[in-house]
């Protein structure tokens, strides 16, 4: 019991029910915070991994989640999500549970002599480490990536590709990530010491399998997935008075997955920014199956929520221009807008309820490129010689004898011949 309890990074806190304290409830405190670099999703699984220890060494215990989030909607995604297989409650931060009744379903008191002390590691604190913030940062979005360029890198966690790049170089150094060539281009690769302290760092217990948990779910190609990695810089780059909390690729929401979302605050309201990436592939029969799909899931998550819902789709032009025709109608709390995934930074004004976009049809017609006058002149260039097509001789006939026995349909030919003599 002793072993299982020391592979968990909790507080423990019991709640005295009496003045003399023989009664009380045994709590453990679980703290965790919206803008640790996980989604909704991989914090639920960690809370019902703690719940499933804590079930096997305690008689009664109860689970108290402190969650500091800036907005609503991670706390409620977080309920939404977290099977309570003990007695348990989620509170914001500074909110405390009084008694057994705050717990769904409520706790179960126990006598204070019954209750052993338990032995847990502290949580994990950046100063207790001796590491920067923005260090740990940047080593929990590559335990999310496994690899990823610097660009990407410095989207996600929100910092300059500068500051990023010193960072990495620091984790280097440390020996916690590695170069690794990723497609054309080297990038970087965390490697296992690194994750055992990001794993530590979001104080997951020992001995548990997450790697299914942690990443991104689902397999894209290189184009595909850097431009989902960069949406949040994307985003910043569109729209200056944007405030990003935290962004991920490759998240469940709501039985869905989108390619990359961004929740932040924009025009004065916790805005969620919803992002699919299409890279032309798929026939337009499919994209209409699978876009209306994944606009309903919108709509119901932002009715259910709350919460308003811009719906971005980027790719091809062509690909962009037949999405208008993909939307099941319009919900006044999602904003749909498309654009060209080749123009970084460039994004039209939303306006909810409405399908927005800011290239023109007149883009198609334009003239091929072929036919515009060049930026330099070409005469300064001279043409590439021709290679001289290379006469290969013919091959002189052999003159050596060709035997042959003669009798290779003998046995056909005389069974035939034999047959129809008779």
Not at 291 to 317: E, N, Q, T
Request: aromatic share 12%; with cysteine.
């Amino acid at each position: 019991m002793i072993d299982i309890l020391s592979r968990l990074t909790l507080e423990w806190i019991p709640i005295s029910l009496t003045r003399d304290g023989r009664v009380m409830v045994d709590v453990f405190k679980h703290s965790l915070s919206a803008t640790d670099g996980l989604p909704p999703y991989s914090q639920a699984r960690i809370i019902d991994l703690i719940s499933n220890r804590l079930l096997k060494v305690r008689p009664r215990p109860c689970l108290w989640v402190s969650v500091d989030a800036p907005g609503s909607w991670y706390f409620n995604e977080l309920q939404r999500l977290v099977k309570p297989r003990i007695p348990l409650v989620i509170l914001p931060t500074g909110e405390v549970p009084k008694d057994v009744w705050d717990f769904s379903p409520h706790g179960y008191p126990s006598l204070a002599e019954n209750i052993e002390n338990p032995r847990m590691e502290p949580p994990f604190t950046i100063t207790n480490f001796g590491c920067k913030p923005n260090l740990i940062r940047v080593l929990r979005i590559l335990a999310r990536l496994k690899a990823a360029h610097r660009p990407e890198v410095a989207s996600l966690t929100g910092l300059s590709q500068s500051q990023v790049r010193n960072l990495l170089q620091q984790l280097q150094v440390m020996g916690l990530i590695e170069r690794r060539q990723i497609g054309k281009y080297e990038g970087w690769a965390i490697r296992n010491k690194g994750l055992s302290l990001s794993h530590r760092s979001w104080n997951i217990p020992k001995g548990v399998h997450f790697r299914k948990y942690r990443g991104e779910f689902r397999y894209a190609g290189e184009r595909h997935r850097r431009v989902s990695r960069l949406w949040r810089s994307w985003l910043e780059t569109a729209y200056p008075s944007i405030e990003i909390w935290e962004s991920w690729t490759e998240v469940p929401l709501q039985y869905g997955i989108p390619d990359a979302l961004a929740w932040g605050s924009h025009r004065g309201s916790e805005t969620l920014f919803w992002l699919e990436v299409d890279s032309g592939h798929s026939s337009r029969k499919t994209m209409e199956v699978n876009y209306k799909r994944r606009l309903k899931l919108a709509y119901d998550h932002a009715s259910r929520w709350r919460i308003p819902i811009v719906f971005c789709m980027l790719g091809p032009l062509w690909a962009v221009e037949h999405f208008r025709w993909c939307i099941p109608g319009m919900s006044p709390q999602v904003a749909i807008i498309g654009h060209d995934w080749r123009e970084f930074g460039n994004l039209p004004e939303y306006e909810f309820g409405k399908w927005s976009e800011n290239f023109s049809m007149s883009r198609f017609y334009e003239p091929a490129r072929s036919h515009k006058g060049l930026p330099f002149d070409p005469k300064q260039y001279p043409p590439k010689p021709k290679k001289v097509a290379k006469i290969k001789p013919s091959k002189p006939k052999s003159v050596k004898p060709k035997f042959s026995t003669g009798f290779e349909n003998a046995d056909r030919w005389y069974r035939r011949r034999s047959e129809r003599d008779e």
